[in-house]
DNA sequence: CCCCACTTTGCAATCGATTACATCATCTTA
DNA sequence: TAAGATGATGTAATCGATTGCAAAGTGGGG
């Protein structure tokens, strides 16, 4: 059986292709009856557009790239269903691609843009080389790349992320409602946008409470699981050690929890410890983990919008540049006041 | 600045757009001399190819559609690494998209494969319409779909699976070395070939070592942490408590875990806990869970390259059809002899 | 009854790469 | 040296949908 053509309609419909096309694409300029036989002519068909046509003569390929440092982190999961939700409304598809696996295969990411792969990019990894950040800029397509979650200081790219500093004020103001004095910080990946965010409104905000703050209650980390164990060493090994920690990730909360744990000390009891993003599993976790929550789904939906916006419409100069979501404090079981 | 065509190749190295064509796709057809002007002229005019042009010619949309239940689920995302990885290898794009959205948003799968938007499909997910399913086998192009880890009782899909009978029986069997008589096991959703598998086999094997099982033993879960919380409610509720428990999935393990410790049942000292997938949480958790690993990434690598070879050479006879990949064991701190 | 405006439809070019077939040059071999 | 084989390249049709432009049809007003 093979796949009916636009031609294959016209010819039952008895009326040219480029009514059929029309008919399709803008119903309303066709006349109400050759709306029906169009109609019906293509159930009876069973026509299906070919996209590689369309695509071909709109000079449009109908999907848009989404590139992930790491497929396996959780933390990306709920943001793509968002984006995704909107893509398919708009009946454009989902591209997945790895920063490692373009970069293994040799691949330029501009390429994905330059050969009609993919209309737009959304990037969710703040880490890409200077080098191919530096092609990403002077491109011509630039402005159909979108950052989300993360972003670049100083490249003009339209993003959407969520309130760092306030999250980190929020955050700090919560261990110090409860009592606590002596804070200490879990950080994110030394050279991230995300993590300097939470790094240095953290400081900020201990200092403006005029809270003590030692040099090694800054504890460097990479938002993984592993580094918030070693983290945990780090505070362990403190003389004075302070009474709650903020992690600049849920999963260096949960390693850091984890490795503690595994030294008999308890949280909260012992020290309190929070979070940042609200992924799945914080609520799961033991204990459950108090953090500030990221709408993850929101930041997907409004990306996939902003993105969008730009391919129907480039070149507008009113479209939304930036988008900053807000956070929200999620109290759970892993701070308490200290004892 | 235009994006350049074979044309304006053609033009710069003075031969046809036919033979830059070959030079490109074919380079040994064409003489050392050509290949060297023409890859200087692709060089020179900033050449990319134009996939949507290559993809209504050859009838090939180059890119593969993944389908999975939800997102948002961890497990997935190192076997989607894995397809990935074969795909860019090959020059093929991965197209995302969830089965809940597909339903939602009304379209119907087999589309993605008529309108040339995608030349394969990968499904892993199990839990299809019977209508959608139906759709699917009768389609012609039912050949370039294919289950992960799922698959289809009685429908005659090419699939690619883990030794689910096998994990199980290693699994009991682990349990039963240490000296637990008597085991419980929480199952996936009752409707699910994979949990099926698993629980008829864990029957048969506690059968066929002669243990006790009562039916209150057999918990009914739905692979998820949540479920994995109230199937530990009913253990607990138990007159008679079984001291090792055997769940569907690594998620389920945690949720059970989880919702012990706030009776304050310690693990393994109370009850030994198994899971089932060895996603990557489990190595972290508290306390590090005993599963039964699944290759994750080879799953995807031998889907994505099964697949490729029924788009490659479509109607071949000697396409292996089904691959059921090895699982281990691997022992962490979950499990121990009962006390 | 004619003219103009407006709606509806058709014609045909176009998007850019691939490839069957034709052509031409060069080389082999009897 | 002629015939045939081999290799390299060009010509032009093709994939299937979209769309600018022209033409045909319709209706209203003068």
Redesign the interface.
């Known amino acids: ?1 093979k ?1 009916s053509t636009l031609q294959d309609v016209a010819r039952v419909a008895k009326v040219s292709t480029a009514t059929v096309s029309r008919t399709l694409s803008n119903p309303d300029v066709v006349s109400e009856s050759t709306r029906r036989r169009v109609s019906e002519a293509v159930k009876v068909t069973g026509y ?6 369309r ?2 003569r709109t ?1 449009r ?1 109908h ?1 848009v790239l989404v590139l992930l440092p790491d ?4 933390f990306f ?2 943001i ?2 968002g984006i ?2 909107i893509l ?2 708009q009946g454009y ?6 920063t490692k ?2 970069h293994d ?1 040799g ?1 330029r990411l501009i ?1 994905y843009l ?4 993919a209309d737009g990019m959304i990037i969710l990894d703040g880490w890409l080389d200077d080098e191919v950040l530096q092609m990403l800029k002077d491109a ?1 397509q630039a402005e159909r790349v979108l950052f989300a979650c993360e972003w670049v200081d100083g490249a003009n790219f339209p993003s959407v992320r969520c309130e760092n500093r306030q999250g980190t004020r929020i955050a700090v103001n919560h261990l110090y409602d409860l009592g606590h004095r002596k804070i200490a910080h879990v950080t994110g990946p030394e050279t991230n946008v995300i993590s300097n965010a939470r790094k240095d409104e953290f400081i900020a905000e201990i200092t403006s409470l005029k809270l003590a703050l030692e040099p090694e209650w800054i504890i460097p980390g990479d938002f993984s ?2 580094a918030g ?1 070693q983290a945990a060493q780090a505070w362990i090994a403190l003389n004075d050690r302070p009474t709650a920690v903020f992690c600049a990730s849920d999963q260096l909360a ?2 850091f ?2 490795e503690l ?2 030294h008999d000390i308890k949280v909260p009891n012992d020290v309190s410890v929070m979070g940042f993003d609200d992924i ?2 914080a609520e ?3 204990p459950p983990l108090t953090t500030i929550k990221q709408d993850r789904l929101m930041i997907g939906e409004t990306a996939a919008k902003m993105l969008m916006a730009r391919i129907v419409t480039p070149n507008e100069e009113n479209l939304e540049h930036a988008a900053v979501l807000p956070v929200s404090l999620v109290i759970r079981d892993s701070t308490s006041p200290p004892t």
Chains 1, 2 share one sequence.
């Open positions: 059986m796949t299906r557009i070919n996209r590689a046509a695509n071909l000079r390929a999907s497929l396996a982190n959780p999961s709920t793509l269903e995704s939700r398919s409304q598809s989902m591209l997945i691609a790895s696996q373009v295969s691949e390429d330059d050969d009609a792969r011509p699981l592993s164990c949960m390693g929890i984890a744990s595994r799945d599993l799961q976790f033991i």
